[in-house]
């Protein structure tokens, strides 16, 4: 069995949440392989919406083992407020869920560093969601972290007090203006780190390892999206993990061979939630109705998330980086009544027309060159059927699968498990 990947190919938010829970019931396993609570996966069904940050988005599929890996920054104290959730709504998390021992902990601490990073910086701020995660991760290269394994030994709080010091004096020398009271923030944190005790860790590369030769089915869920790769993103406002493919691997402890289909995730316009360069950014009304009708509020911070048309070169580049082999287009409903729509296919690139995504993508640098489309009226949300789909939609559809050559499976058509077109 091989283990099919699925992840987001513009600045995050495209919609995986979603995605993985109506694929899950064809998987036995459901595995988380880098980010961390800065991400918001949301899954509507049954006129419910959930909001996981952590979690993987099968967790609410009985039949699915939910797999939290080693590439995963852990917040014990958000991760509690999720499980807590799961509770009221009778999930039996602890049948399900299990944990790598070599994921690492994000401390109270790492949450003011990151504060402070980000005050310090001022207009020049990334934009991150505040959650540790970039300190978190260099304490990870740094060789300094604690992993949730370490929470199995006995001297594990020594290891805190050390590093929540350095930490703490750290957070001084920023120089900014940060009120926090410590004390109350480990109260609350060692008593999520007692919760997150209770549940299963494992050697999590192992399990996947035995998994495949046991013919079980594995989807590895990516969170964030390609663009916010801290390698190939839009640096430095980017995040701190592997977003793409090769983060799975890293993030799961499974090798190149042994991955088979990559679902590669895009919103049928884009967006960006915090700073950073974004080509195809609107700012007239077509933009603020993507925002309005498309609810385009960060499901983690709740920041309105930055509108603009579809990227076909930063998409292409996704496509490549990651080895798409099927794509998935998301909120196709939320252009319907656009009279017309715009594509980008190439950019003007210090006076040259390029057809890649170039190391500077700032606007001096670069102007986006459109082609375009008749737009659609028809609401879609009620449509369940691709033959029933607006031929204006179908032209925009052809138009992307000729130009990046990889076929379109499902188009979604609404927030709900049910508003999703299989082609
Ligand atoms: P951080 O990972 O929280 O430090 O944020 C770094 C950048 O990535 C910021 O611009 C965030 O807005 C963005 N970001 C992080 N996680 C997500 C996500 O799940 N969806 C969309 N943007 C994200």
Excluded at 92 to 106: F, P, Q
Aim: aromatic share 8%; charged share 25%.
């Amino acid at each position: 069995m091989a283990v099919d990947l699925l992840l987001g190919l513009q600045w995050g938010d495209e919609g995986k949440g979603k995605i993985v829970d109506v694929l899950t019931s064809n998987y036995n396993i459901i595995a988380r392989f880098q980010g961390g609570p800065n991400a918001g996966h949301t899954l509507v069904f049954n006129g419910m919406k959930h909001v996981l940050h952590t979690i993987p988005s099968g967790i609410f599929h009985e039949d699915a083992v939910n797999l939290v890996g080693n590439g995963v920054v852990i917040d014990p104290v958000i991760f509690k407020n999720e499980l807590d959730k799961l509770a009221t709504q009778d999930v039996d998390y602890r049948k399900s869920l299990v944990i790598s021992r070599k994921a690492h902990l994000i401390l109270p601490t790492h949450r003011l560093l990151d504060a402070a990073s980000e005050a310090s910086k001022g207009k020049a701020k990334i934009g991150s969601t505040l959650k540790g995660i970039g300190p978190t991760y260099m304490d990870k290269t740094g060789r300094n972290g604690i992993r949730v394994g370490d929470l199995e030994l006995d001297n594990w709080k020594e290891k805190y007090r050390a590093l929540a010091n350095k930490h703490e004096s750290m957070v001084e020398f920023y120089n900014v203006d940060l009120e926090y009271n410590l004390e109350e923030l480990e109260t609350e944190f060692f008593k999520a780190v007692d919760v997150l005790k209770s549940l299963k860790f494992i050697d999590s590369e192992e399990y996947l390892h035995q998994a495949l030769r046991d013919q079980k089915s594995i989807l590895a869920e990516g969170a964030q999206g390609s663009l916010l790769d801290i390698d190939f993103g839009t640096y430095p406002f980017v995040t701190s993990s592997n977003t793409t493919a090769a983060g799975a691997c890293t993030g799961l402890g499974i090798a190149p061979n042994s991955i088979g289909d990559v679902f590669g995730i895009f919103k049928a316009y884009t967006t960006r939630v915090g700073s950073g360069p974004f080509p195809t950014e609107l700012f007239d009304e077509d933009g603020e109705t993507m925002g309005r009708v498309g609810n385009e509020f960060g499901a983690t911070t709740g920041r309105s998330r930055r509108c603009g048309w579809l990227d076909l070169v930063a998409l292409r580049y996704a496509c490549q980086v990651n080895g798409v082999t099927q794509l998935m287009m998301m909120k196709a409903d939320v252009l319907s009544g656009f009279k017309s729509l715009k594509v980008c296919t190439a950019y003007n690139y210090k006076g040259n027309i390029i057809h890649h995504l170039p190391y500077n993508v700032e606007p001096e640098n670069v102007t986006p060159i459109y082609t375009d489309f008749e737009g659609w009226k028809e609401d879609l949300t009620e449509m369940n059927n691709e033959s029933i789909l607006p031929n204006a939609l179908n032209t925009y559809i052809d138009f992307l699968e000729k130009e990046l050559q990889i076929p379109i499976k499902i188009v979604s058509v609404g927030p709900d498990r049910k508003q999703t077109i299989f082609r």
